[in-house]
């Protein structure tokens, strides 16, 4: 099964490679097509596959930390914070090293009103939790919405940042997510074991030796890391992190030592095959922002947990 | 073995405060803690293993202060069974319980030790035949037992137990009762059931209204310390079943 998820993720990219506007015959390239593929498809279909591992493993450590099924960096609020503080800082002109940073600390402030918000008596709301994020993407997304217009009236710009798409690729930035994805897929994988403890309540994770605060604002600080950096180069790309972890934990168990890597396997999958689709539906070369893709197969998967899970989900 | 000490221990929160003048249990000692409901009995245990902090006084494991021992240290010297656990998606019980010997693992991998200490548990505690389904799917009384076998698999000098008999079927809790009684380390349990407390435990601390109202051997349980814990007539000699392991 393993293997077969990698031999997969190898198909999907060479498969995604060739697909779009052109399609290319490896067998026969001309100098253009040689060109297309190597300086434009490549990057896009590496870096489609470096975010989507991002959203995937951001993600999956959302719903252990949060203690809740429903999360993701979409849904607790934290991309569309970080998107907010990403558009801040361009619009006021900062440097294009500054954004992710910006974008770091709305995000991770985000994040953190909603876990309080969220918070009564030492447990998680996980209602309340899904509804303070849902009011932070509604503010942030107007908030955002309302500078572009404020400061370039370009309605295009918008649309890339709350629909999120792979519009401007180099390979430097693909160099740094990942680099990025890699510190911090290694920075958890070494306390993978902890992390399966916050799986348990409180009380128990604290008295069998895990410092639970300590290791909580790591992880919201780690991923909401990559979440930053995702979103400050391609805009919200929502869902990939609430579909996948729940695949890799019915595929290979809830144990954080394989839901880790494969969370962001099947994150770069997705995010692919997302793209690939978003390349190549609209006759004529038009490119559909690939959020709207993930958006659509997220709030579908979104749905399908309510129903099977309601009981539990309400009742704690 | 591990002594616990708690001196001028005390603790406020709006309308509920706790004060223990001086506390001391040696190793191996089996304390129940008695009293009414909101007594201070969970508060209590959360004073002793950290997760609360007190607003004076100090609680000292082997004459260390708690607040200076590392999270990896207290897991040796202590585990505590809380009231309510969790444990979110699909986790099996096997690895639950496998969970309690993460303080003694090093790196990121059990042991094959882990592994046979963990089946031995699950076999003792009548629980070989779901150890690979979801925890969660298991009942209130089946949970239980799986958290108290977490508990017992870490190994840990004191063993603080919320109500280990709580949603326990009366097999289930005479076994469990026995099994903790045999094991040298120390047990420190608030129990509801007085009659099983008597017969199970050694020493008693009777809280009220979060003082210490006694603090005494089995044998100086009185039906008046009990009227005067619960707010209740006591008998003795009545009772209309009695149950044996």
């Known amino acids: 099964m393993k293997r077969w998820l990698w031999v997969a993720f190898v198909i999907a990219l060479c498969a995604a490679c060739l697909m779009g506007a052109t399609a290319i015959n490896p067998l026969n390239m001309t100098a253009v097509e040689h060109d297309i593929l190597l300086n434009l498809r490549l990057p896009r279909v590496l870096f489609g596959a470096v975010i989507g591992a991002m959203l995937g493993l951001s993600g999956s450590v959302y719903q252990l930390t949060l203690k809740n099924p429903l999360a993701d960096s979409f849904t607790t609020g934290a991309a569309s914070s970080a998107a907010l503080g990403a558009i801040l800082a361009i619009s006021f002109g900062a440097p294009a090293p500054l954004v992710p940073c910006c974008a770091l600390v709305t995000g991770l402030l985000g994040l953190t009103l909603v876990y309080r918000l969220s918070l009564t008596n030492g447990f998680i709301n996980p209602v309340t939790m899904i509804l303070a994020g849902i009011v932070m993407n509604i503010v942030a997304s107007a908030v955002i919405s309302f500078s572009k217009y404020f400061f370039e009236e370009s309605i295009s710009s918008i649309v890339f940042w709350l629909m999120g798409g792979f519009f401007i690729v180099s390979w430097g930035r693909l160099l740094v997510c990942a680099l990025v994805f890699l510190v911090v897929y290694l920075s958890f994988r070494q306390r993978a074991l902890h992390l399966n403890l916050l799986a348990l309540d409180e009380c128990s994770a604290q008295t069998m030796g895990v410092n639970v605060p300590r290791l909580r604002s790591f992880a919201f600080v780690a991923a909401t890391l990559l979440v930053a950096i995702a979103v400050s180069y391609t805009g919200i790309i929502g869902f990939v992190g609430l579909i996948v972890p729940h695949i890799a934990r019915s595929l290979f168990g809830s144990d954080m030592r394989h839901n880790l890597l494969y969370s962001s396997l099947l994150g770069a999958l997705l995010l692919v095959i997302a793209d690939a689709v978003a390349r190549v539906i609209i006759p004529g070369g038009a490119e559909l922002p690939v959020g709207i893709i993930t958006a659509l197969l997220g709030g579908i998967f979104f749905l399908y947990l309510l129903q099977t899970r309601r009981e539990r989900f309400w009742h704690g | ?245």
């Open chain 2, 1 to 245: 073995m591990a002594e616990l000490q708690a001196e001028k221990l005390s603790f406020g929160r709006r309308n509920f405060s706790l004060q223990i003048d001086s506390l001391r249990i040696v190793a191996g000692e089996k304390v129940a803690v008695m009293g009414e409901n909101g007594c201070g009995k969970s508060t209590l245990l959360q004073l002793l293993c950290g997760l609360l902090s007190p607003t004076a006084g100090v609680v000292r494991y082997n004459g260390n202060n708690l607040d200076e021992l590392l999270m990896a240290r207290r897991a040796k010297l202590f585990s505590l069974l809380p009231q309510l656990s969790e444990v979110i998606f699909p986790f099996s019980v096997y690895e639950v319980v496998l969970f309690g010997r993460f303080p003694h693992c090093s790196g990121n991998s059990f042991s094959r030790q882990d592994d046979e200490k963990t089946r031995l548990l699950l076999a003792r505690l009548d629980l070989l035949d779901f150890s690979q389904r979801p925890f969660n799917q298991l009942s209130g009384g089946e949970q239980r037992r799986v958290m108290l076998a977490r508990v017992l698999n870490q190994q840990a000098e004191i063993i603080y137990l919320d109500e280990p008999n709580a949603s326990l079927d009366i097999r289930h809790t005479l076994d469990i009762f026995a099994l903790l009684s045999a094991r040298p380390e120390t047990v420190i349990a608030p129990v509801h059931d007085i009659n099983l407390a008597y017969r199970f435990f050694e020493r008693f601390l009777f809280l009220k209204q979060g003082r210490l109202l006694a603090d005494v051997a089995r044998k100086d349980v009185t039906p008046e310390l009990l009227k005067e814990t619960y707010g209740v007539q006591v008998t003795t000699g009545t009772a209309v079943f009695q149950f044996h392991h």
